[in-house]
């Protein structure tokens, strides 16, 4: 069992940066695949980034490549995602998740934190 908290969300201007954390408890922590999802309001949750549980890979969605980030801290099971260059578009609730598989299904994670609300003011 894996328990997932997000957190660094906020308000911020277009342009602007965020580093968003997401904190797990649990032993397993290492085991896991990690991703981050984010869900637009009125819209489907949608994949952003995933790393292996070695951190050694990484993925992307196309559209955030460049500009995110998404490293992880075994050893403090902690997961990060550092996102620069926001634009107003990418407002939504980011959720952390654990678990295996292909990466940018929603399906493939296991746990699920409650999510972090970013706000991309234009």
């Known amino acids: 069992q894996v328990q997932l908290v997000e957190s660094g969300g906020g308000l911020v201007q277009a342009g602007g940066s965020l580093r968003l954390s997401c904190a797990a408890s649990g032993r397993r922590f290492s085991s896991y695949a990690m991703g981050w999802f984010r869900q637009p309001p009125g819209k489907e949750r949608e994949f952003v980034a995933a790393?292996?549980?070695?951190?050694?890979?990484?993925y992307y969605n196309d559209s955030v490549k460049g500009r995110f980030t998404i490293s992880r801290d075994n050893a403090k099971n902690t997961m990060y995602l550092q996102m620069n260059s926001l634009n107003p578009e990418e407002t939504a609730v980011y959720y952390c998740a654990a678990g295996g598989g292909t990466y940018y299904y929603v399906e493939s994670y296991d746990y699920w934190g409650r999510g972090t609300q970013v706000t991309v003011s234009s």
């Open positions: 790393v292996s549980w070695s951190g050694g890979s990484t």
